[in-house]
């Protein structure tokens, strides 16, 4: 009997899948919901679409492991892609990693997935996949026979599979705890001005809270451990800070994005926890940084976010990477406090054992630390050698 585990949402890609596969002879068919934070009625809906489809079902919690282990090194890393806090490509190795050992416990002889050929997840799973179970083959039923959506809702009436609601939805929509991205219909349009119901986590200017909040995030070795001065888990934090930020409309973005294939596509972002608690971690780093430190950290956080972008979590490149992000975090230990207001987030202090800031010497009325006079030496070597350059190119 051939066994096939499908990497499964129970939305319109992945439910074709089942009886697509079991048209290629697969009799046996286990899916597989990696739940990394989607919500609640999605899973619930996955679970009731397996039943129908009478695959074998698993979801597996790893919510807490998320938040942990791919999360907080994303705020270690300040991890930014183009403008927004990397989210969906944060989960997909998780996801593949852990379908690939529930694949390898149950004996898959195949795995499948319902990307098409045109997103980013098709690279971030399969590399996950490939890195955990080498030798079980992967297929890609809706990339490669280039179906479309139409095609499939039409396949599902016919086989009588369960899309229900998948074929009025208006919108794609992906989340997890750390973010929610939307796009599909009229927002692929850079010109269109996205509808106000198509955010769930954010208030807009007009409905946030008339009065600003000030919140304090305690950090130690980088990690976020409390808010207001209330310890937290990483899962129950970032959850605590998705509601403070959502509160005012902090985290929406609205951008232009460079997908791994060369399209270039209009998406829409709520990452409301993920833009609060990078920004707070940004600010300590600063005053516990050298010039040198903060100058190549930001080179090294680039390229730790285009690594995450591609799903390229275990390649040894990005192994050096976070050897140096946790060099740093050492002394990334101290406290930010951040206002929010009406969609806007400013810093309004910090403080740290490991701060690198000396006021005396930064002061204009305290000469004890740094005599002002001494820097007259100093000033007059400046760009001492811009200065021959002119008087050769001028004689």
């Given at each position: 009997m051939k066994k096939a585990l499908i990497i499964f949402s129970g939305g319109l890609d992945t439910t074709v899948c089942v009886p697509m596969m079991r048209e290629e002879g697969y009799e046996e068919i286990t899916t597989v919901l990696v739940d990394v934070g989607q919500p609640r009625a999605d899973i619930e809906q996955a679970a009731e679409r397996a039943a129908i489809l009478k695959t074998d079902h698993y979801a597996l919690d790893?919510?807490?492991?998320?938040?942990?282990?791919?999360?907080?090194?994303?705020?270690?890393?300040?991890?930014?892609?183009?403008?927004?806090?990397?989210?969906?490509?944060?989960?997909?190795?998780?996801?593949?990693?852990?379908?690939?050992?529930?694949?390898?416990?149950?004996?898959?002889?195949?795995?499948?997935?319902?990307?098409?050929?045109?997103?980013?997840?098709?690279?971030?799973?399969?590399?996950?996949?490939?890195?955990?179970?080498?030798?079980?083959?992967?297929?890609?039923?809706?990339?490669?026979?280039?179906?479309?959506?139409?095609?499939?809702?039409?396949?599902?009436?016919?086989?009588?599979?369960?899309?229900?609601?998948?074929?009025?939805?208006?919108?794609?929509?992906?989340?997890?705890?750390?973010?929610?991205?939307?796009?599909?219909?009229?927002?692929?349009?850079?010109?269109?001005?996205?509808?106000?119901?198509?955010?769930?986590?954010?208030?807009?200017?007009?409905?946030?809270?008339?009065?600003?909040?000030?919140?304090?995030?305690?950090?130690?070795?980088?990690?976020?451990?409390?808010?207001?001065?209330?310890?937290?888990?990483?899962?129950?934090?970032?959850?605590?800070?998705?509601?403070?930020?959502?509160?005012?409309?902090?985290?929406?973005?609205?951008?232009?994005?460079?997908?791994?294939?060369?399209?270039k596509v209009r998406e829409n972002y709520e990452c409301p926890g993920a833009t609060l608690l990078i920004a707070a971690h940004k600010a300590l780093e600063e005053l516990i940084s050298t010039h040198e430190e903060r100058q190549f950290k930001a080179l090294v956080d680039q390229q730790w976010a285009e690594m995450a972008y591609k799903g390229l979590w275990w390649d040894p490149f990005m192994e050096d990477l976070n050897a140096f992000i946790g060099s740093v975090q050492k002394r990334v230990t101290g406290k930010v406090r951040m206002t929010l207001f009406k969609s806007s987030m400013k810093v309004a202090g910090r403080d740290s054992d490991w701060a690198l800031y000396s006021e005396a010497a930064a002061s204009f009325d305290d000469d004890e630390v740094l005599e002002q006079s001494q820097m007259t030496g100093m000033v007059r070597t400046h760009g001492m050698a811009s200065q021959i350059y002119f008087g050769i190119k001028n004689k």
């Open positions: 790893v919510r807490d492991e998320f938040a942990a282990d791919y999360c907080f090194p994303a705020i270690h890393a300040n991890a930014d892609y183009f403008g927004y806090p990397l989210s969906t490509s944060i989960a997909r190795p998780l996801i593949a990693m852990r379908a690939a050992q529930k694949g390898v416990e149950l004996g898959a002889e195949l795995f499948v997935h319902g990307c098409t050929g045109k997103g980013n997840d098709q690279f971030r799973l399969e590399h996950g996949l490939r890195m955990f179970a080498p030798d079980v083959p992967i297929t890609a039923p809706i990339r490669e026979k280039n179906l479309t959506r139409t095609w499939e809702i039409e396949y599902a009436k016919k086989v009588g599979a369960p899309i229900g609601q998948s074929t009025d939805k208006i919108w794609s929509i992906d989340e997890n705890f750390w973010g929610r991205s939307i796009e599909g219909g009229r927002l692929e349009e850079p010109g269109y001005a996205p509808p106000e119901h198509i955010f769930e986590w954010t208030k807009s200017f007009d409905d946030a809270p008339n009065e600003p909040q000030t919140v304090e995030i305690e950090f130690v070795n980088g990690d976020p451990v409390s808010i207001d001065g209330e310890k937290l888990d990483p899962h129950a934090l970032i959850l605590k800070a998705n509601e403070i930020a959502g509160n005012h409309g902090v985290g929406r973005i609205d951008m232009m994005e460079d997908r791994m294939i060369g399209l």
